[in-house]
């Protein structure tokens, strides 16, 4: 049966919707899936690479900083009795320059399993107001490693600026690595040349 022209226009207009439809299911809209997903991973690989270059920018600037500060004058000693010199040596020119009389300087070494060890420093004595932060600004300031751990500041006399400073510092130095350890260490696995495997 011949369709009049009405029909076959109806046909027509639903075969284009058909084929549109079909289209946008099966190819387009996969598509744009497909790409939103690509974009998605592409910013997260991107900021992953971003976050890994910033990590090993940090880690390559803190082994120069490590490197410099080992091979500085008055670096990071490899030997307690150095460390103790160093630490002893420091604190006593850094109160001298502040104007801090100290009247012990006690040190104390703390054993730890590691090879990085830290050794303290108690030191007593008097001071002012003004000399006690300046000695605060010269340790914390130190091209060796030195850091305040504690400070106690006691008033003397009162009406003055007398005080009476108890100050814990303390230093790192590190343990050259034992040969032991070397030799206890576990040895790669030897392969076999070519050709031997086998015999």
């Known amino acids: 049966m011949a369709l009049s022209k009405r029909e076959k226009l109806i046909a027509i207009g639903v075969g284009v919707a058909a084929v549109i439809f079909v289209a946008d299911y099966y190819v387009l809209d996969p598509y744009v899936k497909s790409r939103e997903a690509v974009t998605k991973e592409l910013e997260n690989t991107t900021a992953k690479l971003r976050e890994a270059n910033s990590r090993l920018t940090r880690a390559r600037r803190m082994d120069r900083d490590w490197r410099a500060m080992e091979a500085g004058a008055g670096g990071v000693k490899?030997?307690?009795?150095?460390?103790?010199?160093?630490?002893l040596e420091a604190v006593g020119e850094y109160a001298r320059e502040a104007g801090v009389n100290l009247n012990s300087r006690t040190p104390q070494p703390e054993n730890r399993n590691d090879r990085t060890q830290v050794l303290r420093l108690h030191a007593i004595g008097t001071c002012n107001t003004a000399s006690a932060a300046k000695l605060l600004w010269r340790v914390e300031t130190a091209p060796i490693p030195l850091k305040v751990d504690e400070i106690t500041l006691t008033s003397g006399k009162p009406g003055?600026?007398?005080?009476?400073?108890?100050?814990m510092v303390s230093t790192i130095w590190v343990k050259p690595p034992d040969p032991k350890d070397a030799k206890n260490a576990p040895q790669p696995a030897r392969r076999a040349p070519a050709g031997e495997e086998g015999t």
């Open 78 to 87: 490899t030997d307690q009795s150095a460390a103790q010199f160093q630490i």
């Open 160 to 167: 003055t600026d007398e005080l009476a400073i108890n100050l």
